[in-house]
């Protein structure tokens, strides 16, 4: 399989609580929810990088969708990584969550690899690592 991921969907139990999190809280660039004329069909779509989107779906619409059972969630199941231009940008960025009402579990701080990170939980449990990685530098 050539890799072409274009979209991660992260499992979420309230909609308009996330929504409220990543856009107002985070500054997450989306038009809202679309599809909720339909049923099991609201989804959150948020633009990242280089035509790569982030979907936010109900936990019970994407088990009905994929067609497995509702399961409990789990944190470390998947842990996005947000690779920032400098140290400093981290600590804006975890602030920026922390004011949001997202809790740090980790606070950032240097790493074994070299870089500087640290993660906070979004509203659903997710963890999200804010990194400055020399070596991972995103594209400018």
Request: hydrophobic share 35%; proline share 6%.
């Amino acid at each position: 399989m050539e890799p072409r991921i274009t979209l991660l969907t992260l499992d979420v139990d309230d909609l308009e609580r996330s929504l409220s999190s990543y856009r107002d809280g985070l500054g997450s660039e989306t038009e809202g929810i679309v599809g909720s004329e339909f049923d099991f069909e609201s989804v959150v779509f948020i633009d990242l990088e280089s035509g790569l989107k982030l979907a936010l779906f109900p936990r019970k619409s994407l088990a009905r969708d994929c067609g497995v059972p509702v399961a409990s969630p789990s944190e470390t199941e998947f842990s996005p990584g947000h690779n920032v231009a400098s140290a400093d940008e981290v600590d804006a960025v975890m602030t920026q969550a922390e004011r949001a009402g997202a809790p740090i579990v980790r606070s950032a701080g240097e790493n074994f690899r070299g870089g500087y990170a640290g993660y906070f939980q979004d509203q659903d449990g997710h963890l999200w690592e804010i990194a400055w990685n020399p070596q991972l530098m995103p594209p400018s």
